[in-house]
């Protein structure tokens, strides 16, 4: 089993989260902030470490964000992307062995009051979007069978679902895909950033009741349960629920 890493930054706290099992959290948030999911790979021991310093390395980061990079959308995005490559670098140089290859994935959601909402991700760790009771992918995998539909490729054959992004794993060529989300004015919003310990399992009927507002507040009680009675997936699930004004 993997470890999964979770990140929280707001004006009130600063939080990571390891774990190896099921989490859920429902976030009201205000002000500047980063949340982010982090799926480790390459075995437990080496999961772990990666996740963590993804989400260890996205918090300093954050907490000392320039001012400069505040005031235009383009330099946020290059200071986002130049961040991720050191973090991939520092994975796939000092932490990596002969006998483990770290690596990670990551979701995540950036509000800055002055530039609005980025969503970024490297791999198969997915956001998705709430628009009422619809909820929208709204990331694309960084995988096999996204790379073949996406040049015109039959993709149904596929039975292993390779990672083509991430950080570390010994990728030369892995990068980070940042969106500038545009909310209209007043529209409320609804983000889930989920690991593939979630979406692997569920289809999107599923997912869309057990990311609903009723469940989100009963604390996701009954996750875990189905999930295990109905796949006995040997992976861990993470959920962040965010709602934004």
């Known amino acids: 089993m993997n470890e999964d890493s979770l990140l929280f930054v707001d004006t009130k706290e600063s939080l ?18 980063l949340c982010l999911v982090s799926d480790g790979m390459g075995g437990h021991a080496s999961g772990e470490i990666a996740s963590h310093v993804v989400c260890d390395e996205f918090k300093k980061w954050f907490e000392l964000l320039p001012e400069k990079v505040l005031q235009f959308s383009e330099d946020l995005i290059s200071a986002l992307s130049v961040k991720f490559l050191e973090i991939d670098r520092f994975i796939n140089q000092e932490i990596t062995t002969e006998s483990r290859s770290p690596g990670a994935t990551v979701v995540g959601i950036l509000f800055l009051q002055t530039l609005g ?79 593939d310990g979630i979406h692997g399992f569920l289809n999107q009927d599923e997912l869309e009741e057990l990311t609903s507002e009723k469940e989100a507040k009963l604390g996701f009680i009954s996750l875990k349960e189905r999930l295990d009675q109905k796949y006995e997936s040997p992976d861990n699930y993470s959920i962040i629920t965010i709602y934004q004004d």
């Not at 995988?143 to 292993?160: E, F, I, T």
């Not at 390779?162 to 983000?191: I, M, P, R, Y």
Request: some cysteine; aromatic content about 12%.
């Open 117 to 195: 909402t980025f969503i970024f991700h490297a791999g198969d760790s997915r956001a998705y979007r709430r628009k009422g009771e619809i909820l929208q992918q709204y990331t694309q995998d960084h995988n096999d069978y996204q790379m073949r539909v996406q040049n015109g490729l039959p993709a149904d054959d596929l039975v292993h679902l390779g990672l083509t992004n991430c950080l570390g794993a010994g990728g030369k060529d892995n990068f980070l895909e940042v969106k500038n989300f545009e909310s209209k004015s007043g529209e409320f919003n609804s983000w889930i950033l989920c690991s």
């Open 16 to 33: 990571i989260i390891n774990q190896t099992d099921v989490y859920f959290s429902a976030r009201e948030v205000e002000g500047d902030f």
